[in-house]
């Protein structure tokens, strides 16, 4: 920073892989011109009847749609990126802002105690001076037994946060460090200083052990109060050793070397909604505003710990470089996660997200807010209107009625506001930032159920920037879903989500175009918004249509003998072989590609779907907003399944249905296709009918196998597939029914 000469961090692009990318969206742009060429003179040269006019739209629609889909998916490929960052180079502690740690729990019985109180901890264990870190903790179950795990992580950190600095530990979450016994590099974590440290780690673990106990003790005297974590007022505690007044805690902490750390449950009541896990953020934006009132948040969910001390220097590589500071809003770490096995059949570690276009969002202008591990702006968050003379009146209507807040939010626009810490604490209106009625009427209402992509949206529409920063080892580990039945939720969730930003005004498409950095970067943002509409719509016409049309006689492509069976192929391969190209070249393998291309399939009949479907209800009115967090606790024979590559199918018939009866219409029609194509000799006609077929049954597999041959409890139980049958064969009717 001082001197120019050493920069904090540098930008890679990625000469090599752009040009490949490009040059392959040239090439299938083109076949893709093709193929429309020939759908489109097919109207104009044959003489239609009905059995060949409506399925031939229906599939020429689809392939348009895909393409369309496919065409804004490439956004991420135009441009990737890497980074290097050299927190070495940092100015001195004393020059570093102050951060304050926001994380989010809702359910102690799903999200267990210990787990988020090992987040918190590793929180707290960061490497950087404690007098500037703060750790809030925001509670939505409003659980003694989470008020009383903070007490008891507040005592250990007394232990805890001095070994990590004393021994520079890179994973601060106590659980992992002590499970893993060593640092992944070969060398154990924090094995630097002899004998002195091996007593003192197990020390340490004793008194990790009797912290465990105490705090899984509580759990169990906790009481069904369940009813109570949607009616009760706010409750707050500053965490300290004996006294209850916040500014005292204050002066201790600091005197101890230990970061602040609050707990918060905001006030519920039914009548209110309560926006989930946005809501619960702007609580404790609000709470840390009048508080510590950092210049920088921490962003993260109680199920993702720190696995490197040093992610906040990191990010201030970013923040604290004057070229790209004054329009950098955050610096997003990808999640990564610590219990994805070898052959991860569901795909849980998000492998295209964060390893590929994460990278190609980051050259366009930065990736969209991920929900947890980001550095952000306090200022991009609430404070680029406000100026030190800004109407009182009018700031009270944007941002509420807390004097306390809006003196804050004057605060964070002050070019010193930097180095000011802590010494405007003030806790005597932070209980009225978190009642449910604080933002009736103000500007606090705009949240949405994928809470961190439209908060990135927004942001870059305002002008804003952002930076992906994926150093070898992971800064955060979180916990993925490994059952498919938690999984398949979870997407129709975010599916839910994206979709409501895609119908809304904000929709990406219309509002994003010229207002974000690059005009690429909103068609990044458009494909997310779009891409489970997309995928439902199309996946479903090619999984029934062709189907349907084998077994009825019905050609809809070109016979092998056509110039344009190979138009067809080369789509085909070429969209395959890109992807094969990219899993392998992100480090995976063969098998990966063939869980994604299935996972692909398994989700866009079901989440992309009913997410969908979900969104636009929500819309109509039809139906409540609803966030069901991902169960994080490990049931231990579904766990076995996942790390063995066996499908979990114990699901709702609701997710099973879908799948299997495809998978049955198709293996039907494909019998059907073969024994004709043999007997009538209609295979020249119908070859890429009963390819398509064979090849989502050959996919697909595990679901046959699930149906036919497996017999344990994760299989597909008889009634399901008895009903999906059912299913199927009334598919099978109406479509001809249509069609003939
Ligand atoms: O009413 C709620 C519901 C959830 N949460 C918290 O939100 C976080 C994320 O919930 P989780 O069940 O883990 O959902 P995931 O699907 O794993 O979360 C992903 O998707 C979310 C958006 O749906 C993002 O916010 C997350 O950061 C991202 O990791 C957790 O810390 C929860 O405790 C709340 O605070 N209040
Ligand atoms: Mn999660």
């Known amino acids: 920073m001082e001197n120019p000469k050493f920069p904090l961090h540098l930008c890679h692009v990625h000469k090599l892989s752009n040009f490949i990318n490009r040059t392959h969206i040239l090439v299938h742009s083109i076949a893709l011109a093709f193929l429309f060429y020939y759908r489109a003179s097919f109207f104009f040269q044959h003489p239609n009847t009905k059995a060949t006019t409506l399925p031939w739209l229906l599939v020429f629609a689809s392939e348009i749609l895909l393409a369309f889909e496919w065409l804004l998916s490439q956004s991420f490929r135009w441009r990737t990126v890497s980074r290097t960052v050299f927190?070495?180079?940092?100015?001195?502690?004393?020059?570093?802002?102050?951060?304050?740690?926001?994380?989010?729990?809702?359910?102690?019985?799903?999200?267990?105690?210990?787990?988020?109180?090992?987040?918190?901890?590793?929180?707290?264990?960061?490497?950087?001076?404690?007098?500037?870190l703060h750790v809030y903790l925001s509670d939505d179950g409003c659980a003694a037994v989470t008020l009383n795990g903070m007490r008891e992580a507040w005592r250990f950190a007394k232990w805890w946060l001095p070994f990590c600095r004393r021994y520079g530990i890179k994973c601060t979450a106590p659980e992992a460090y002590f499970s893993a016994g060593g640092g992944g590099d070969g060398y154990e974590d924090g094995d630097?200083?002899?004998?002195?440290?091996?007593?003192?780690?197990?020390?340490?673990?004793?008194?990790?052990?009797?912290?465990?106990?105490?705090?899984?003790?509580?759990?169990?005297?906790?009481?069904?109060?369940?009813?109570?974590?949607?009616?009760?007022?706010?409750?707050?505690?500053?965490?300290?050793?004996?006294?209850?007044?916040?500014?005292?805690?204050?002066?201790?902490?600091?005197?101890?070397?230990?970061?602040?750390?609050?707990?918060?449950?905001?006030?519920?009541?039914?009548?209110?909604?309560?926006?989930?896990?946005?809501?619960?953020?702007?609580?404790?934006?609000?709470?840390?505003g009048v508080i510590s009132n950092s210049p920088y948040i921490l962003g993260l969910d109680c199920d993702m710990y720190c696995n490197d001390a040093s992610s906040a220097r990191q990010a201030m590589c970013f923040h604290l470089d004057p070229k790209i500071?004054?329009?950098?809003?955050?610096?997003?770490?990808?999640?990564?996660?610590?219990?994805?096995?070898?052959?991860?059949?569901?795909?849980?570690?998000?492998?295209?997200?964060?390893?590929?276009?994460?990278?190609?969002?980051?050259?366009?202008?930065?990736?969209?807010?991920?929900?947890?591990?980001?550095?952000?702006?306090?200022?991009?968050?609430?404070?680029?209107?406000?100026?030190?003379?800004?109407?009182?009146?009018?700031?009270?209507?944007?941002f509420g009625p807390s004097n306390q807040f809006v003196k804050s939010l004057r605060q964070i626009n002050k070019p010193d506001h930097m180095f000011i810490q802590r010494n405007n604490a003030q806790l005597n209106e932070s209980p009225l930032l978190a009642t449910c009625a604080y933002e009736d009427g103000t500007k606090w209402g705009e949240v949405a159920m994928v809470e961190d992509y439209f908060t990135g949206f927004h942001l870059h529409c305002k002008g804003w920037i952002s930076v992906f920063c994926d150093p070898k080892r992971p800064q955060f580990l979180g916990s993925g879903t490994t059952k498919l039945d938690e999984f398949l939720v979870q997407g129709t969730r975010w599916s839910s989500g994206f979709v409501e930003v895609a119908i809304s005004k904000f929709s990406p498409l219309i509002y994003g175009p010229f207002k974000t950095h690059t005009f690429l970067q909103s068609m990044c943002y458009a494909e997310i918004a779009l891409f489970p509409i997309f995928y439902f719509l199309t996946l479903w016409c090619f999984a029934v249509i062709p189907q349907v049309c084998l077994l009825n006689s019905i050609p809809l492509y070109p016979e092998i003998s056509n110039t344009y069976f190979i138009v067809f192929s080369f789509v085909f391969l070429s969209s395959l072989s890109k992807h094969l190209y990219e899993v392998l070249a992100t480090g995976?393998?063969?098998?990966?590609?063939?869980?994604?291309?299935?996972?692909?399939?398994?989700?866009?009949?079901?989440?992309?779907?009913?997410?969908?479907?979900?969104?636009?209800?929500?819309?109509?009115?039809?139906?409540?907003?609803?966030?069901?967090p991902t169960n994080k606790v490990d049931d231990v024979e579904q766990l076995k399944l996942y790390n063995m590559g066996v499908f979990d199918f114990q699901t709702s018939l609701q997710f099973l249905a879908p799948m299997v009866a495809l998978v049955i219409?198709?293996?039907?029609?494909?019998?059907?296709?073969?024994?004709?194509?043999?007997?009538?000799?209609?295979?020249?006609?119908?070859?890429?009918?009963?390819?398509?077929?064979f090849y989502v049954i050959v996919m697909n597999y595990p679901i046959i196998e699930g149906m036919l041959i497996r017999k344990d409890k994760g299989s597909i139980p008889l009634s399901v597939t008895l009903l999906s049958a059912l299913f199927s064969l009334i598919v099978y009717f109406l479509g001809s029914i249509i069609f003939m």
């Open 192 to 288: 630097s200083g002899g004998s002195e440290f091996v007593q003192e780690k197990e020390h340490i673990k004793e008194a990790y052990e009797v912290f465990k106990k105490r705090v899984t003790e509580n759990a169990r005297i906790e009481d069904a109060r369940s009813n109570m974590r949607r009616d009760h007022s706010a409750v707050m505690e500053v965490i300290q050793e004996t006294s209850s007044e916040g500014d005292d805690a204050i002066q201790t902490n600091e005197a101890k070397n230990m970061p602040l750390l609050v707990y918060v449950s905001r006030e519920k009541r039914p009548s209110h909604p309560h926006h989930f896990k946005a809501g619960a953020l702007n609580v404790l934006l609000r709470v840390s």
């Open 588 to 628: 995976s393998t063969f098998q990966h590609w063939v869980n994604e291309q299935r996972i692909w399939m398994m989700k866009s009949v079901t989440c992309h779907l009913y997410g969908s479907v979900d969104a636009f209800l929500k819309k109509l009115g039809m139906r409540e907003a609803s966030f069901l």
């Open 325 to 398: 500071s004054p329009s950098l809003a955050f610096v997003q770490f990808p999640h990564k996660f610590h219990n994805i096995s070898t052959n991860d059949i569901y795909d849980s570690q998000l492998r295209s997200i964060f390893m590929l276009l994460w990278q190609g969002y980051d050259g366009l202008g930065g990736p969209c807010v991920c929900g947890t591990g980001y550095y952000i702006k306090r200022v991009s968050l609430c404070g680029s209107s406000i100026s030190e003379d800004g109407d009182a009146m009018k700031l009270r209507q944007c």
């Open 87 to 132: 927190p070495e180079r940092l100015p001195e502690n004393d020059k570093l802002p102050a951060i304050d740690v926001l994380i989010c729990t809702a359910d102690p019985e799903k999200e267990p105690t210990v787990m988020v109180m090992n987040t918190v901890l590793s929180a707290m264990a960061m490497d950087y001076p404690p007098e500037k």
């Open 665 to 693: 219409l198709n293996m039907a029609s494909f019998a059907v296709g073969i024994a004709r194509g043999i007997f009538v000799g209609e295979l020249d006609k119908m070859f890429i009918q009963i390819f398509i077929a």
